[in-house]
């Protein structure tokens, strides 16, 4: 491995650490090459590609890319959609059900090299999908902690929604929310979700903004979000 340099950090992945201590734990300089980054958070969802998963040469700079797993060392990495990526979901499970099981990854150089580093990752799999059609009995038994996150009752749905509107500028009102709950989601219809409100309120704070009107919140800013967002 001698002259092959990785590239591991990310400006947009990572966020350095301000005011760094400039000499480690033992009194010595630190090497000005490596940076003290908070411990990242590494999304990734539908463009998750093989390729991602192991070094990438660049072959004019002649340095590798670092695999999304080897960036989210020491913190959390996200699968979002887990099951809907341009890999199928059998090869990513088989690519990390060693590294899961033994904490370190293996990686190749382009010269076929293959070395070891730490996988000291908190892998997070969302999915609306149920695990047994992603991954047999043996892969999920690696995944230690399984979450249902069911949809949102009516006074959270309406605590989301209050949210959404005071991040974005738009003025809350009960009325309003009743009347979003009663039309679009009657009890034998359409479930309510968490990213609902989020949705709606964004949609109705951009139409004003491009209208040039006042950010509210009534049956009428409602209807035109709805109108493009249920579809």
Known sequence: MRHQIIQVFDPGVHQVVEDAPRRNSEGRLVDRRWLLVKRPVVLAAGELAPSHLELILDDNQMTYEAPIQMKANGGILVIDDFGRQNLDAAYLL????????????????????????????IPLFLTNRHPADLADEGF????????????????LFFAILERECSRNGVAYDRDAANYLIDTYFPEDGRQMRGCQPRDIIEAIAADARYQGKKRAMNRETIDAACANYFV
């Open 94 to 121: 088989n690519r990390w059900i060693v590294p899961l099981e033994k904490g370190v990854d293996n990686l190749s150089l382009r010269n076929g090299t293959r070395f070891q580093v730490p996988f000291d990752v």
């Open 140 to 155: 999920l038994r690696r995944i230690r902690y399984k979450v249902e996150m069911p949809s949102p009752t009516a006074d």
